[in-house]
């Protein structure tokens, strides 16, 4: 069955610091990828996805995530973290049959000042 | 104009009442679903309608019950309320059941608190 793994329960960066959010899959086949953002008291946004094709994918906000199948990782990243970036991240992986995705139990961003 | 919308966004009940959501998307998709949040942020399938049609039963507890009227709507009902219920609860809607797109578009949730 399919699984992700987001090994960080919660990470601090200073602002204008690097980010890298850690995620892993379990998937036999080509896996569809996501990465969402929830802010506090709100539902979840999307901001990015991978399907196929190039292993770099840019999503919203600045972040960008890199797929490589060797390490069943599917990383979150973004060169420079504001403070508005604080949030929960969740990485995601689509089912199979394409009506389930399944999240993993997500990263708390802190940012400090 | 919001695009999935739930209400109440609060919900606070005790012990063993009845209560339901509502969840409505005018975004014209064909997938809707429930998820429950729990107080860890862990985020769990409930349920999923395509088309009317339920598609998804992710074993939960018969006192759940989902109701579709039609593509736009998605309801959950709760019967017998139990202290483990309290949850943030999500709908989210997707075009053709995530095969095209897989973009997942969700409500702000309904804070439900079992006292």
């Known amino acids: 069955a399919q699984s992700v793994t987001q090994p960080d329960i919660h990470i601090t960066v200073s602002e204008g610091a690097s980010l890298e959010l850690r995620c892993n899959y379990s998937?036999?086949?080509?896996?569809?990828l996501f990465w969402y953002v929830q802010s506090p008291g709100q539902g979840l946004q999307l901001l990015l996805k991978y399907f196929s094709g190039d292993t770099l994918v840019q999503g919203i906000k600045g972040f960008e995530a890199e797929f490589k199948r060797s390490q069943s990782s599917f990383n979150l990243r973004k060169p420079s973290v504001h403070w508005s970036d604080a949030a929960e991240y969740f990485c995601a992986i689509l089912n199979t049959g394409g009506f389930k995705t399944i999240f993993g139990a997500g990263t708390r961003l802190f940012v400090k000042a | 104009d919001t695009a999935v919308s739930q209400t109440p966004k609060y919900l606070v009940t005790q012990m063993g009442n009845d209560k339901s959501i509502k969840c409505e998307q005018n975004?014209?998709?064909?997938?809707m679903y429930w998820y429950k949040q729990d107080s860890k942020k862990f985020l769990k399938i409930m349920f999923s309608?395509?088309?009317?049609?339920?598609?998804i039963n992710e074993t939960v507890p018969n006192r759940f019950s989902p109701k579709s009227p039609d593509k736009a709507h998605l309801n959950l009902h709760i019967n017998s309320l139990e202290l483990g219920d309290s949850a943030v609860y999500f709908c989210a809607s997707c075009p053709v059941g995530g095969q095209v797109t897989g973009e997942l578009f969700f409500g702000e949730g309904s804070r439900l608190t079992v006292l």
């Open positions: 975004l014209g998709h064909d997938t």
């Open positions: 998937y036999g086949a080509t896996p569809y």
């Open positions: 309608y395509n088309n009317k049609e339920l598609i």
